[in-house]
């Protein structure tokens, strides 16, 4: 019997599969969610290096959320991550939702992030 962890990591790898192959040379912003905060990283993946990050934990938002861990919180970081990335010339991406479900905090932080410029 396969553990939640080894569910969740081919869960995961088989949304980078399909997102690899669809990607077209873009970077890849990947989200990850966790009980207290959402962090997201725009990649690119042909270098290996992150271009832009953002979190609920930066020190700009730290002080205006109530909890890193809302759909407040979440909209508010992907408006931060869209602003980072059009600074690092970047306006095209691929959504990576690392394997949780389009709904709830990662689809604000995708709403927020089209809202703010980005492409996806």
């Given at each position: 019997?396969?553990?939640?962890?080894?569910?969740?990591?081919?869960?995961?790898?088989?949304?980078?599969?399909?997102?690899?192959?669809?990607?077209?040379?873009?970077?890849?912003?990947?989200?990850f969610?966790?009980?207290?905060?959402?962090y997201?990283?725009?990649?690119?993946?042909?270098?290996?290096?992150?271009?832009?990050?953002?979190?609920?934990?930066?020190?700009?938002?730290?002080?205006?959320?109530?909890?890193?861990?809302?759909i407040?919180?979440?909209?508010?970081?992907?408006?931060?991550?869209?602003?980072?990335?059009t600074?690092?010339?970047?306006?095209e991406?691929?959504?990576?939702?690392?394997?949780?479900?389009?709904?709830?905090?990662?689809?604000?932080?995708?709403?927020?992030?089209?809202?703010?410029?980005?492409?996806?």
């Amino acid at each position: 019997m396969k553990t939640s962890k080894e569910l969740n990591a081919r869960r995961k790898q088989r949304v980078r599969t399909q997102i690899r192959k669809k990607a077209g040379g873009r970077p890849r912003l990947s989200v990850f969610r966790s009980s207290k905060h959402i962090y997201v990283q725009l990649i690119d993946d042909s270098e290996g290096k992150t271009l832009a990050a953002a979190s609920s934990i930066d020190k700009d938002l730290r002080e205006s959320l109530k909890t890193g861990a809302d759909i407040e919180a979440a909209k508010l970081v992907g408006k931060m991550i869209a602003e980072r990335a059009t600074a690092a010339g970047v306006t095209e991406v691929v959504f990576d939702r690392g394997g949780y479900l389009f709904h709830g905090r990662v689809k604000a932080l995708a709403d927020a992030a089209r809202e703010a410029g980005l492409s996806f």
